[in-house]
């Protein structure tokens, strides 16, 4: 009996984007990331095109973060003190972008400088080839201060600048339109409040091909749940036709994974939680894969182990095979 | 799916003789499709049209149940692809897999070290559903004694696994009584499978290495009077069981595809590797499977997967809320901190968690945010400080501690000042933005 594959039609897709600049386009990056693009839902090739895959980011920091778990400051060694080292790391770890986190103060205690920013972000640029996302400390005003030096003095690389949200999107388009930057909106789990960021980004004349949202998830265990909806409904919303949803998206399982206390703590917790370093790393990258299957296309994540797993995750996801035919 | 209005006036006598109480059959016809009446208020219908409207009216994934001993199992009953539509219904059995060739020693331990997996994830306790015994050996003998030493130690639900009708029989019989689920039928073995599955009043679960084999073979068995059946499409990549466990539940949900009805099995294990396996566990959790057989049994890997299946089957139309109200943590005198949090209920356990895990007394403050996190709530103008002060007035939190200090999260230090305003014989206080730093900022900071 001859059985109809059930496909829908969609109107819409979402947006190609290309993040980093190589030195022919006005940057100095030896390759470029290129995502989004979709014309179905999550990796459904029976139905649409999905012409580029999902990539992983690995998440450095400017100076040592000293509230990461252990597991973490362990498996990195000695690079956490050292953003280049780091940098080169993570490419050897195989990132295929890296996020640079800015640290809200420096090693004294006294907040991060603009100056201390750019040269923490030019030594990056300078140690690795690899396209790169800068995300301030996450206090609206430290952010625009750091951000503005960031992206002057970096113009033409389209660096992916965050985080921008409803309090500071101004600041951030601004400088990231005026230097030939990337936007990364964020907003608090909510499919209106996402996009009603990005209605207010594009309202500023930013064009529609830099801009990525950050629809906020929420680590396994901590209401995932709502972010892997919300990012459904975005990406159906997309694929429906509505503009102001058609970016593609960005998660930081990596970030929401090891601030649990799952992930980051060992000691004194129940014996049903199991090993420490082997539960961490199944949080990270259960939270990543779910967030993959509900239309993440750029994924930031911390250790190691976890990039690779959630990349064979998405080389496997990312196999054109007939849905008849077993592999 | 439901037929419409005029779908069923076609099934109807058409003579509109007003037994039924309306004034012709097209108005009971609607008044049907509507769910308002009963097919028994007409008198003259026919059996045909009767079996007609009564398999319409049967649900597009047929739930299966595997019952033992007060546990139960269901799956299937789902209406909707995408979880915010409506919701999950019935989450994914876990079933631990033990094969016939280890030793009744291994298997009983094993078994009892599974069956007494208990976790505790805000404030329930989540179990695994049941053991899926598979034959190794091809022995009749050896794979019935290995059933009987799963039952020894454990009464959850139980899937037989054996291609061999004379092997299944032998399991079958060991656990006389009961209806497991029988894994599995296929091409070859489907007549004597489907007997065994009359015989036992048994779910028969049916493998075929594409939707259009499991298609007919269902029709077949189904023919030879099997209702309750469950699906194994044989993919065993992400990529492949993604697109047919999607096809499955579209077939089923849109087209009301009768042979595709069921709920699907998946064996994440078949990969071997620990770590692979918890990946293509946790996509069946999320994309559509119905039971789900794991080998490794690692805590470490059986703890995400519990919670992400609570995660993925919360009812999304009611985030799960504790009451807002002044909670007592550890025993605490009116010397003790205050700590203001929202009424999530993931919020408030891993708040109280880490004060109580800690020893330390403390006045916890939920307010009511609409059972919302607390950077959502604050998003959404749910936990300001308005709001927290006028929950502290109306917990009467003042006549309870005499050393007025309150404790916000770290994510909403903004509105600190707003609260001093607002509670101006108080010290507010703004902690650290996760739980688990809580401790640590309460014997350093709090003294």
Same mark, same amino acid.
């Given at each position: 009996m001859p059985l109809e594959i059930p496909k829908d039609k969609w109107p819409g897709s979402v947006r190609t984007i290309t993040i980093g600049a190589t030195p022919e386009e006005g940057? &100095? /990056?030896?390759c470029t990331v290129t995502v989004g693009g979709e &014309?179905?839902?999550?990796?459904l090739h029976f139905e649409g095109e999905i012409p580029h895959r999902p990539v992983v980011a690995i998440e450095i920091r400017?100076? /040592? !973060?000293?509230?990461?778990?252990p597991l973490l400051l362990e498996t990195w060694?000695?690079?956490?003190?050292?953003p280049a080292a780091w940098a080169k790391a993570a490419e050897e770890a195989g990132a295929d972008l890296i996020q640079l986190s800015l640290s809200l103060t420096d090693g004294d205690g006294e907040t991060t400088t603009p100056e201390a920013a750019v040269a923490a972000v030019r030594a990056v640029l300078q140690a690795s080839g690899l396209p790169l996302m800068v995300f301030g400390p996450g206090q609206a005003e430290v952010d625009n201060q750091l951000l503005v030096a960031v992206a002057e003095a970096t113009a033409g690389e389209r660096l992916v600048l965050g985080?921008?949200?409803?309090?500071?999107y101004r600041t951030i388009v601004a400088t990231a339109m005026a230097n030939g930057h990337l936007v990364n909106a964020r907003t608090p789990m909510d499919v209106n409040l996402a996009k009603q960021l990005n209605i207010l980004i594009s309202d500023?004349?930013? !064009?529609?091909?830099?801009i990525l949202m950050d629809p906020t998830t929420a680590a396994l265990g901590y209401g995932i749940e709502y972010g892997f909806s919300a990012m459904e409904r975005l990406r159906l919303a997309a694929l429906q036709g509505d503009a102001m949803t058609q970016f593609p998206m960005l998660v930081t399982p990596g970030f929401e994974a090891w601030k649990t206390k799952e992930a980051k703590v060992g000691e004194e917790?129940?014996?049903?939680?199991?090993?420490w370093l082997e539960r961490a790393v199944h949080w990270e990258t259960l939270t990543a894969v779910t967030l993959l299957e509900a239309g993440a296309d750029i994924l930031v994540l911390r250790h190691p182990e976890s990039v690779r797993r959630v990349k064979a995750a998405i080389d496997d996801l990312m196999t054109v095979r007939e849905v008849e035919a077993v592999a | 799916m439901a037929l419409t209005g005029i779908q069923i006036y076609k099934l109807l *006598? =058409?003579?509109?003789?007003?037994?039924?109480?309306? *004034?012709?059959c097209l108005a009971f016809a609607m008044k049907l499709a509507a769910k308002q009446?009963?097919?028994? #208020?007409?008198?003259?219908?026919s059996e045909e049209a009767k079996a007609v409207l009564a398999e319409s009216a049967s649900p597009p994934i047929r739930l299966v149940t595997l019952k033992a001993d007060g546990y139960e199992v269901k799956a299937g009953n789902e209406v909707v692809l995408?979880?915010?539509?409506k919701k999950f219904y019935h989450k994914p059995g876990f079933f631990i897999r033990v094969r016939d060739d280890a030793s009744l020693d291994q298997i009983r331990e094993r078994v009892a070290a599974t069956d007494a997996y208990t976790v505790n994830y805000v404030g329930m306790d989540l179990t695994l559903d049941g053991f899926a015994v598979e034959s #190794?050996?091809?022995?009749p003998t050896t794979f019935s004694q290995a059933i009987s030493a799963v039952r020894a130690v454990s009464q959850r639900p139980l899937i037989l696994m054996s291609r061999d009708p004379g092997v299944m029989a032998a399991g079958l019989q060991a656990v006389n009584g009961e209806a497991p689920l029988i894994y599995a039928a296929d091409a070859d073995n489907w007549e004597a499978m489907a007997d065994l599955a009359k015989q036992h009043q048994a779910p028969l679960a049916v493998f075929a290495d594409s939707l259009e084999g499991l298609a007919d073979l269902t029709q077949k068995i189904k023919a030879k009077g099997v209702e309750d059946m469950v699906l194994d499409h044989? #993919?065993?990549?992400?990529g492949t069981s993604l697109a047919r466990n999607t096809v499955i539940r579209r077939l089923a949900l =849109?087209?009301?595809?009768? *042979?595709?009805?069921y709920p699907i099995i998946a064996f994440p294990?078949?990969?071997?590797d620990a770590a692979w396996e918890a990946i293509l566990a946790a996509h069946a959790v999320a994309k559509y499977a119905g039971f789900i057989v794991l080998d490794h049994t690692a805590p470490e890997m059986l703890y995400p997967l519990l919670v992400l299946r609570e995660n993925i089957y919360?009812?999304?139309?009611k985030p799960i809320q504790v009451q807002p109200g002044l909670y007592e943590i550890n025993?605490?005198? *009116?010397e003790d901190p205050v700590l203001a949090t929202t009424n999530f209920s993931i919020t408030y356990f891993s708040v109280a968690n880490e004060v109580e895990g800690a020893g330390l007394p403390a006045w916890l403050l939920?307010?009511? #945010?609409?059972?919302?996190?607390v950077l959502t709530a604050w998003a959404a103008g749910k936990f300001d400080a308005e709001r927290i002060a006028k929950d502290v007035r109306r917990f009467h939190v003042p006549d309870k501690v005499h050393r007025k200090r309150i404790v916000i999260p770290g994510h909403v230090a903004v509105i600190s000042g707003e609260l001093e305003e607002e509670l101006p014989d108080w010290e507010v206080r703004v902690g650290p933005r996760?739980?688990?730093?809580l401790p640590t900022y309460m014997k350093e900071a709090l003294v």
């Open positions: 940057g &100095t /990056r030896a &014309t179905t839902m999550p990796f400017d100076r /040592r !973060p000293d509230d990461w778990s060694g000695e690079v956490v003190n050292d985080i921008c949200e409803d309090k500071n500023m004349g930013f !064009p529609l091909d830099r917790v129940p014996a049903e939680w199991g090993d | *006598p =058409k003579t509109n003789c007003k037994d039924c109480g309306f *004034p012709t009446v009963e097919l028994s #208020a007409c008198p003259h219908i995408f979880r915010h539509e #190794a050996s091809g022995d044989g #993919a065993r990549d992400l =849109k087209k009301t595809f009768r *042979p595709l009805g294990g078949d990969a071997g919360t009812d999304p139309q025993d605490p005198s *009116p939920v307010t009511d #945010a609409e059972g919302m996190s996760e739980a688990v730093d």
